[in-house]
């Protein structure tokens, strides 16, 4: 348990994390209509919500992902991207409960990957790189305390 909580290992988990949450933003910002059309797909929330969740949620991801980089409110940062990840992980398991064959649209259209049981535990791991991260109290290269 000790190793988890090691600053080096949490500093290379946060890297990884706000990369992927830096990544999965630009993709989605980049092309705002499939994003939307992916979120469509999964049929889980009502037509007039899909242009606002399809703009908003790449640039939620894009800005806490570059401040979890940065070192900027850490805390307050994996609060956010925590809470997505486990909004993530309960809409794709919705999706996978119901049969859907979808692309889950996490990565914008450069990466398409289909929900299943792998994206679930790809996102369940992230889920636990960001606790890991949440729980240390001793991070590298931050600018405030939280």
């Known amino acids: 348990m000790k ?6 290992f949490v500093l290379i ?3 990884i994390l706000s990369l992927v949450f830096i990544f999965a933003g630009i993709e989605k910002i980049i092309s705002p ?3 939307a059309e992916s979120i469509n797909n999964y049929r889980l929330f009502p037509l ?3 242009n606002l969740i399809a703009i908003t949620i790449p640039w939620i991801e894009l ?9 900027i409110t850490i805390k307050d ?3 956010i991207i925590n809470s997505l990840m486990l909004f993530f992980i309960l809409i794709v398991f919705i999706s996978v409960l119901r049969g859907l064959d ?8 450069n990466a398409a990957q289909k929900v299943g049981f ?13 606790l890991q991260i949440y729980l240390c109290e001793n991070h590298l290269f931050r600018i405030n305390s939280k």
């Open 102 to 109: 979808i692309d889950c649209g996490c990565y914008g259209t």
């Open 77 to 79: 940062n994996l609060k």
């Open 63 to 71: 800005v806490t992902g570059i401040c979890l980089l940065l070192g």
């Open 118 to 130: 792998i994206k679930i535990l790809e996102n369940i791991i992230l889920f636990l790189m960001g």
């Open 33 to 35: 209509e499939l994003f």
């Open 3 to 8: 190793i988890l909580l090691n600053k080096y």
């Open 48 to 50: 007039f919500t899909i």
């Open 13 to 15: 988990s946060r890297l």
